[in-house]
């Protein structure tokens, strides 16, 4: 008897041990321990409470605008010709007896196409060496003239441009027709050289816009750039737009109805929404003060919703928590003003009330086999008297 005793207050001190040095399962933080890592002077994100300003000022921040990052201005006339342009000329002279004349009426005589030169320049008859790159077909018209004007009989040049390579734009990606767009005079912006490619092949809320100018790239999703004419920015020679297939989505992880990345065409997503495509917040575990969505965003934005807050150790972009709280009414207003974004996560951490239905589970899972020992043991010693 002494033996069972023994056993039994083992049993019940290595399932102390193991209750005291087990980790409480969970599908993330707690929402106090989100908040106190956030007043650490270095942590690794800024928690931002979502209020009517909060909303405003990302609404109004919603995506890096095209129109500022590149501008929207034509900073070189497409009507200058170019290295690699192709060339016509035709001259008149006002003698049939003239170099170039080809009949007794006087007629003209054209020079065969020829592409500009790598050194800008294009080969003339009795003319010579003409500089073209650069410069307008009525520049260069003028400097034929003058260069036979004590050859010909009163010249009269006409210079056209066939094949304009120099002051294009290559439109690639999900268009109907890949390729190089001439661009005109009047100067084209980004939707009339997508609409010359033949248009989007797929539709538009699937896309983005990407331009390329030098070493500077921006995206942006296609239904803005169609909704706002702001973003409609002109282009220049040599930049590259492509439309590119871009599914957006979000993901949900924790005490919500179901945990899954979910795929949305809505131009504007609000949080309301993306809750509800999952089933919304789990009764039974979900903290109404624990929405929390991460994001990486602008740092000049954050500096617009943090006025009172140093970014100078801060880089161009930092990761950012916003907290929702539900438990307060007017929070679903918030929800419905909360436009969600491409790639966000949403966290909706675990009540202190299902922390405890936790433990009280582990707890009796735990003490289980402790009570089948100590009710063997009540038996063999009933058995032994």
């Known amino acids: 008897m002494l033996f069972l005793d023994k056993f039994a207050k083992l049993s019940l001190a290595v399932a102390c041990v193991v209750m005291s040095s087990c980790t409480m399962p969970s599908s993330g933080p707690s929402a106090n321990k989100i908040q106190a890592e956030a007043k650490d002077q270095y942590a690794p994100y800024t928690l931002i409470n979502v209020t009517p300003n909060v909303v405003s000022v990302l609404a109004q921040g919603f995506d890096r605008q095209l129109a500022a990052s590149l501008g929207n201005a034509k900073k070189r006339s497409s009507a200058l010709i170019g290295v690699g342009d192709t060339v016509i000329i035709s001259i008149w002279e006002a003698s049939p007896e003239g170099l170039f004349s080809s009949s007794s ?221 539900l438990s307060d009414p007017s929070g679903f207003f918030l929800l419905k003003s909360f436009n969600l974004r491409n790639r966000d996560l949403i966290y909706i951490a675990n009540s202190s009330l299902a922390e405890v239905r936790k433990f009280a589970t582990l707890v009796s899972s735990t003490a289980a086999p402790v009570a089948q020992a100590a009710s063997v043991s009540n038996t063999l010693v009933d058995l032994r008297n």
């Open 105 to 325: 009426r006087g007629g003209g005589t054209q020079i065969p196409e020829q592409p500009v030169s790598e050194s800008g320049t294009i080969s003339v008859p009795y003319a010579g060496v003409i500089k073209a790159a650069n410069r307008t077909p009525e520049q260069v018209k003028e400097s034929i003239e003058q260069a036979l004007v004590r050859m010909a009989v009163q010249p009269q040049v006409l210079v056209s441009v066939v094949k304009n390579v120099s002051n294009t734009v290559t439109v690639t990606g999900e268009v109907a027709s890949s390729g190089r767009i001439p661009l005109s005079p009047r100067g084209e912006k980004l939707l009339d050289v997508i609409a010359m490619a033949g248009g989007p092949r797929i539709e538009s809320h699937q896309l983005s816009a990407q331009i390329t100018r030098g070493r500077r790239t921006e995206t942006i999703p296609m239904e803005r750039l169609i909704s706002d004419p702001n973003e409609n920015i002109y282009v220049q020679p040599d930049d590259v737009v492509a439309l590119i297939r871009q599914p957006r989505s979000f993901t949900v992880f924790g005490a919500s109805t179901a945990n899954a990345s979910i795929q949305f065409d809505e131009s504007q997503l609000y949080l309301n929404q993306a809750l509800a495509k999952v089933g919304g917040l789990n009764d039974e575990r979900a903290n109404a003060k624990g929405v929390f969505i991460y994001r990486t965003e602008s740092t000049d934005l954050l500096r617009q919703l943090m006025p009172e807050k140093s970014f100078s150790a801060y880089g161009p972009t930092t990761n950012v928590i916003y907290q929702v709280d």
